[in-house]
């Protein structure tokens, strides 16, 4: 099975104080520590399994500036096979749809039967998965925590609103977007990196990838941010007191009150 | 006096000749015994590679000390004593047993050098020793077969109960001593005159079998030596198929045993760092990647139970039981390389014979190191086989995340780098902090590492440090932003690139702060930097800096507030057990006027218990029964200390959150050596 999955590189949440910029509509990016969208990691990882299982190769391709490199061998350290780079500072600004465009013509240029993307991104909109299906014509699963390959089909699993799960059959090739916890990611360390460190990344542009002028960019995007603020906090905290127990006792009764418990 | 009328060599025994048959058995015995010891150097041979032939006058005094002087075995009273015994009782008896072989074939044999007055002088040691060994077997039966210690018993799932085997080894010695004694016993009944050793078995025999006619002693001598001489060659070749194995190798084992505490291996012996990236593959993930060494200690566990006993995550109940760490690994050796039959398949050692959760359930506290009368060695066994499991990517989530943000920001929690010497502000009003990267000089580097920087709680141990050294006059600076962790806790996870890494930016911003000595308040940074890095200037811990301001007059301590309170001192693994520091800050804590000090017996120094911080324990998530810390404050508790004093910020915020759990926040409190040294300046 030839899988491609689609990674992003994003500001490690875990290990920043995000703050807002001067300008008003980005984060400050000074200090900042990337990593692989956590999302994307699942869905590698997921990919790297059913290869094992079912033979074929994995593929992960980024888009973005330069230093995508950096999370595309990272994945291939996990164990794809193969990576992409789409660089080309001419796409910088896109809004979804302009990603999705890019990434339906990487997935022309070879042919596979599945192509995963994470549910979100830690700093997205969690809308490419759906777009880049729409693009290709294919059918699309959201939220997806179990595959298991069939017969030119698969079966997955959807977690829906409620903590119930529903089955589902849908024909390959398709889209897919991953929700954490469909597996356990593998560890990559240092070593792993420099394993892979001198294999050769393919980096495409828009010309490489045949795109028409206009359909990417800041220019073909019709979404644009306008603002970026930390709401500012709101009045409404409220301090218990007492014992442990009694602050227990307190926490129940109001989670209880709000339909916190059933 | 006479010599007996009979011999084994000349009587006959089913119409075959004596001197044949009691040639046969000895030359078949030995040679099913060399088979099965090819069997067992094979794997040695093809194992990973540790040069530990240097040091050959420290290896003898090992030999000495804990092989010939079982220094070791008195830490269990009873059991220790016992073996003790039946050890010089082996020694002794040893002697005899060859000088018997001989007797087989030959009329009669005495080992170069017994003839004379040595030969009488051990004929009556031997005499002796074989009545007190057969007594102390009988004990040591009872212990196995009635009393039971709980430390011998098998978990469920991991095999049999080893009880018949011990006892299978006791009844076979037990027929060794009463044959030889029936053996003397009848030729002294056949020798007018002959005085039997007093107060052995073989006077017994002797008394027994007066009276008895020539030919009945004659066979009676011939059954006696039958006995002796198959059972010999039994046991002989029962030693390499379990766990009395140990008879053969401990001397091996003790000589080649591990001569300094708190290093870890290298990935591979003979590769250095430059070296590592040529490697194909990293640490022990098959039976040959372990050394030979350690397939040594598989040989030569005895399974008394020490180590598990003293380990404190088999305390708490995780998967973790270093007994069988070695038993598991022996049993997959014998199986891999069977002295007969079909090797069994050659499975990975993760997921085949030990489990991911048992690896990671080690906090490298060196516990079961320190406890093992015979030298074996589990934390670089740890290690080499976490170090395949990273590589293979078997790492615990909860695990994964600091190992990024130690791999991004230097620091486990992924803080900022420029924020690790913000701890500097709470000194004192107006202090500013040296920072050696923003112009600052001074002779002595202050090496925080991460958690006393970040942590909120910890800082105050920084702070309080401060201090010291400016009540001290000690004119210090810290690293700041270029300090990054100590990769201890990295290095002992199994991530070996990642140390190499941290090591290399610490080295390299140490040596720019022209620094001429590194004085550190964390255990682990202390452990790092001593003997994990080099080309260092030297590393000394606050406490060893704090009992050197006591000596020279610098730092003069006030008498406590509160004189009610009892105190009592949890030794770090990685002060105590891994760099001998037990003394110093017990002294500095009891430099202070009024203050009154318990220990928490049995449980302190190098039986200190750990608190379940070490190797990025502070980060995985076991499962257990209880934390180990929980115990810990127990234990301070029965002790009647109120207050515990300790010098590691993991072990602080393990007692405090412990404390918490265990209900006793109010009545008890823990603090580092530090803060109560700065509160009483």
């Known amino acids: 099975m030839e899988i491609l999955v689609c990674v992003k590189r994003v500001p490690d949440t875990a290990e920043n104080e995000i703050s807002v910029g001067a300008g008003g509509s980005d984060i400050s990016r000074d200090d900042l520590v990337y990593a692989v969208n956590e999302w994307d990691n699942y869905a590698v990882e997921e990919a790297i399994q059913i290869a094992e299982r079912e033979g074929g190769n994995v593929t992960v391709v980024a888009l973005g500036e330069p230093e995508i490199e950096e999370v595309v061998r990272r994945e291939m350290a996990m164990g794809a096979g193969s990576g992409l780079m789409v660089v080309d500072p001419a796409m910088d600004g896109s809004d979804g749809l302009g990603v999705a465009t890019v990434l339906q013509a990487v997935a022309q240029k070879a042919k596979y039967d599945l192509i995963m993307t994470g549910a979100q991104a830690e700093d997205g909109a969690a809308q490419v998965g759906g777009m880049l299906a729409a693009l290709l014509d294919w059918p699309y699963a959201s939220l997806v925590n179990k595959i298991e390959v069939k017969e030119g089909s698969l079966r997955i699993g959807r977690e829906i609103e409620g903590g119930a799960q529903e089955v589902s059959d849908i024909d390959t090739p398709c889209v897919l977007s991953i929700q954490t916890g469909i597996n356990e990611p593998r560890y990559v360390g240092l070593r792993g990196i420099r394993k892979v460190a001198s294999v050769e990344i393919p980096v495409l542009d828009a010309a490489a990838l045949a795109l028409k002028p206009g359909t990417t960019g800041p220019a073909a995007a019709k979404v644009k941010r306008v603002d970026y603020f930390v709401p500012a906090a709101g009045a409404g905290a409220e301090m218990l007191t007492g014992s442990t127990e009694e602050l227990a006792a307190q926490l129940v009764d109001l989670l209880r009150q709000n339909g916190g418990l059933n | ?681």
Request: with cysteine.
């Open chain 2, 1 to 681: 006096m006479d010599p007996a009328p009979f011999s084994p060599a000349s009587a006959s025994l089913a119409g075959i000749p004596g001197w044949l048959l009691f040639l046969l058995i000895p030359l078949a015995g030995l040679a099913w015994f060399a088979w099965l010891m090819v069997a067992r150097v094979k794997p040695l041979l093809r194992a990973a590679p540790d040069p530990r032939f240097r040091d050959v006058p420290k290896r003898v005094l090992l030999v000495i000390k804990i092989w010939l002087g079982q220094w070791r075995q008195p830490r269990y009273m009873l059991a220790g004593v016992l073996h003790i015994l039946l050890f010089y009782c082996f020694l002794v008896l040893g002697i005899r047993t060859s000088q018997m072989v001989f007797l087989g074939f030959m009329k009669s044999f005495d080992l170069p050098g017994f003839g004379g007055s040595l030969g009488t002088f051990y004929n009556i040691s031997k005499d002796f020793a074989g009545t007190l060994c057969l007594l102390t077997v009988v004990v040591l039966a009872w212990r196995r077969g009635i009393v039971k210690p709980a430390r011998y018993a098998v978990p469920p799932g991991l095999g049999k109960d080893h009880t018949a085997e011990a006892l299978q080894v006791l009844g076979l010695i037990a027929l060794l001593l009463v044959s030889e004694s029936l053996f003397e016993g009848s030729i002294l009944a056949a020798t007018p005159g002959a005085t039997a050793t007093p107060m052995t078995m073989a006077q017994l025999f002797q008394v027994c079998l007066a009276g008895t006619s020539i030919t009945a002693l004659g066979r009676i001598n011939a059954v006696a030596y039958a006995i002796h001489d198959l059972t010999f060659f039994y046991f002989l070749c029962l030693l390499p198929r379990g766990k009395h194995f140990h008879v053969i190798t401990s001397l091996f084992n003790v000589f080649f045993m591990r001569l300094k505490p708190g290093v870890v291996k290298p990935v591979r012996h003979g590769v250095d760092e430059k070296g590592l990236d040529e490697l194909t593959s990293f640490g022990v993930k098959k039976l040959e990647d372990f050394t030979w060494k350690h397939i040594l200690d598989f040989y030569s566990c005895a399974d008394c139970g020490r180590c598990s006993d003293q380990c404190p995550a088999n305390r708490v109940k995780r998967p973790l039981s270093p007994r069988f760490i070695t038993i598991k690994g022996r049993d997959h050796t014998f199986k891999r390389y069977p002295p007969t039959g079909e090797p069994s398949p050659d499975v990975p050692l993760i997921g085949g014979i030990y489990s991911e959760d048992e690896i990671w359930s080690c906090t490298t506290c060196g516990a079961c190191e320190q406890e093992c009368p015979l030298g074996i060695e589990y934390i670089d066994k740890i290690v080499d086989l976490r170090r395949g499991m990273v590589e293979e990517g078997m790492v615990p989530q909860t695990l994964q995340k600091p190992m990024s943000a130690l791999e991004k920001r230097g620091n486990p929690w992924g803080k900022m780098e420029k924020k690790r010497a913000d701890w500097g502000a709470g000194v004192a009003e107006g202090y500013k902090l040296k920072v050696a990267g923003q112009g600052d000089t001074a002779p002595t580097l202050y090496f925080v590492d991460s958690m006393t920087s970040y942590d909120d709680r910890m800082q105050k141990i920084a702070q309080a440090t401060a201090r010291i050294f400016n009540r001290a006059e000690v004119d210090f600076m810290v690293l700041g932003k270029d300090e990054k962790d100590s990769g201890h806790e990295v290095r002992r996870f199994g991530e070996e690139m990642l140390f190499q890494s941290l090591k290399q930016q610490n080295t390299e911003a140490i040596l720019e702060s022209k620094a001429s000595r590194i004085v550190t308040s964390d255990p682990h940074a202390y452990n790092a930097l001593k003997n994990d890095y080099t080309g260092l200037p030297p590393v000394t811990h606050v406490s060893e800096l704090i009992a050197a301001g006591l000596e020279n007059g610098k730092l003069k301590l006030q008498p406590l507030a509160d004189p009610t309170r009892t105190y009592t001192y949890h030794d770090p693994c990685y002060l105590g057990r891994h760099n001998g520091l037990y003394d110093v800050p017990r002294q500095v804590i009891d430099a202070i006027p009024g203050l009154k000090r318990v220990e928490m017996d049995g449980k302190c120094r190098d039986r200190g218990f750990c608190c379940g911080g070490g190797g990025l324990n502070l980060f995985y998530e076991p499962t257990e029964e209880q934390r180990m810390s929980v115990l810990r404050v127990g234990m301070a508790k029965e002790a009647g200390a109120n207050v515990i004093v300790t010098a590691c910020p993991f072990c602080l915020t393990n007692m405090e959150d412990a404390i918490k759990v265990a209900g006793l926040e109010g009545q008890m409190e823990a603090i580092d050596l530090c803060e109560l040294v700065a509160g009483q300046l």
